[in-house]
């Protein structure tokens, strides 16, 4: 290919949670979106084309995207713990990408750890705030846990995709009872 503009791959696709776009360059998997129906789709891959100055193209059969849908699917089906994908990092950087990085190679499938506790863990002890920002803008969730991440006091902090999701990605962990509702 001649062009240097990058190549974005992306699929909607089913899940217990409801529907995620993934997208991937041959880096890795790029971002994983929840929620993703016809609205939220197109502002993110015109977020992702600013941004990134792309070429997005929907190829629901790629092959850069084979391996995280089957590993998104056998996390949902309880069949997985621990993804072992290529992850394309370009959406993160910084402060941002080190508690990002901390939290998907030191926090286990079906543990949690304090925002507080993050921060010391990359070395910021007083940076709680900043790690919930940084949980924020994970452009990887469910593969990189920022579910795993809660209040110190026992509460469930914030999430992107919703209380109601995060909830369900914990008890899908054994960490929390299901939802009564």
């Known amino acids: ?39 939220v789709r197109d502002k993110v891959l015109e977020r992702l084309r600013t941004r990134l100055g792309a070429e ?35 959406l993160s950087s910084g402060f941002n990408r080190e508690v990002l990085t901390e939290l998907a190679s030191g926090v286990p499938y079906g543990t949690v750890v304090g925002y507080g506790d ?6 910021q002890p007083g940076a709680a705030q900043a790690v919930g920002a940084a949980m924020g803008s ?17 509460g469930l902090g914030g999430f992107g995709g919703g209380l109601e999701t995060k909830r369900q990605l ?5 960490i ?4 009564l509702f």
């Open 56 to 90: 997005l193209v929907e190829a629901p059969d790629s092959a850069l995207l084979a391996e995280p849908v089957r590993q998104l699917a056998a996390y949902f089906a309880g069949e997985l713990r621990d993804f072992s994908l290529v992850l394309d990092w370009s």
């Open 176 to 179: 929390l009872p299901q939802p």
């Open 1 to 39: 290919m001649e062009s240097s503009e990058q190549v974005v791959e992306w699929s909607v696709v089913p899940s217990d949670i409801g529907p995620l776009l993934l997208a991937a360059t041959p880096s890795g998997l790029l971002t994983v979106v929840f929620h993703a129906g016809p609205a």
């Open 138 to 154: 994970n452009p990887l969730p469910v593969v990189v846990p920022c579910h795993r991440v809660v209040e110190s006091g026992g």
């Open 170 to 174: 914990l008890a899908l962990e054994g």
């Open 118 to 123: 993050l921060a010391g863990r990359v070395g």
